[in-house]
């Protein structure tokens, strides 16, 4: 399948999203193989007839953030086709809302047969990328007003990364590098191996002198050698609330600053409040639970 035998509102809805609707489909049809197993939907086949049409309603079971719709869309699109057999939406509510439990965010028509058989791999992607739409904008709360902002990090599943990220900035978070190659991040392995930071950091302004650099210091001192270096983003690995003030206040403005490592919600407005620019949360893509969404089937009258 190609993004020419998606609807139209959806490869809009998927591009506007910042997300590429070929490699959306990529993702839908590597779920859908896995779940058919080279076969059909043996249930579903057995216990439906063929012409049999019914109205499906996608409803929270919990309140949440909403992320995932339009890659939802492209599942049943795909499974249901666009001939004989072809879907109508209506979405009833956009990424980045927030919905309540029991109130339909989209409601679907088409042949019972294929809304039965794309309706988990539709749920597995819109309950895993509105959980964590729903746990960043927790996070957002958390730290509101204090000028930080919360962001992301790679530790994404493999395949998924491009959809979590949407997923974080329809919770409000903003993403950090969406690769090793667009940006670059100089943690202590490369610093060992360079033989120090300033090594190191010279060493990839050498290579790639264009791109984002953030150097990762583990105590004040490399801070203060990251400062002299010109370091302009330093990621503060694993300080405490006090050493992340010390951290400020050795940097007065001469870059910005991202917290890393041992982070939780309860804390998280303690560590914004001291200052740094960023709180990098990898538990937004590696530890959000599904939000609770169901699909409800109401055969044809």
């Given at each position: ?36 197993g080279g076969g059909v ?26 992320a995932g719709l339009p ?212 538990a937004l893509t590696h ?15």
């Amino acid at each position: 399948m190609t993004s020419d035998d998606l609807p139209a509102d959806i490869c809009t809805a998927l591009t506007d999203a910042g997300l590429d609707p070929v490699a959306v489909l990529a993702v839908v049809d590597a779920a859908l193989a896995e779940d058919l197993g080279g076969g059909v939907d043996i249930t579903t086949t057995a216990t439906i007839p063929a012409g049999a049409t019914a109205r499906a309603d996608f409803v929270p079971r919990a309140d949440g953030v909403l992320a995932g719709l339009p890659v939802a869309q492209a599942v049943l699109s795909a499974v249901g086709g666009r001939g004989d057999a072809e879907v109508e939406f209506k979405p009833l509510a956009t990424d980045g809302d927030l919905v309540r439990a029991g109130q339909p965010v989209l409601t679907v028509t088409g042949r019972t047969r294929w809304l039965l058989t794309a309706e988990r791999t539709a749920l597995n992607l819109l309950c895993h990328l509105s959980g964590i739409a729903t746990l960043t904008s927790r996070w957002v709360d958390a730290v509101a007003g204090t000028g930080a902002q919360v962001r992301d990090t790679r530790k994404t599943l493999p395949g998924l990364r491009a959809l979590e990220k949407y997923a974080v900035r329809c919770g409000g978070g903003v993403n950090h590098r969406m690769s090793l190659s667009d940006a670059a991040l100089i943690k202590d392995n490369h610093v060992a191996a360079a033989g120090s930071l300033t090594a190191a950091l010279a060493a990839v302004r050498e290579l790639a002198g264009g791109l984002p650099v953030e150097v990762e210091c583990d105590t004040l001192a490399q801070v203060a050698e990251a400062l002299t270096a010109g370091a302009e983003l330093i990621l503060l690995d694993n300080f405490s609330v006090g050493q992340l003030a010390e951290a400020v206040r050795l940097t007065a403005g001469r870059a910005r600053l991202e917290a890393s490592g041992g982070l939780t919600l309860s804390t998280a407005r303690d560590v914004a409040m001291t200052g740094v620019d960023f709180l990098a949360v990898g538990a937004l893509t590696h530890s959000a639970p599904a939000l609770d969404i169901g699909l409800d089937i109401v055969p044809a009258g």
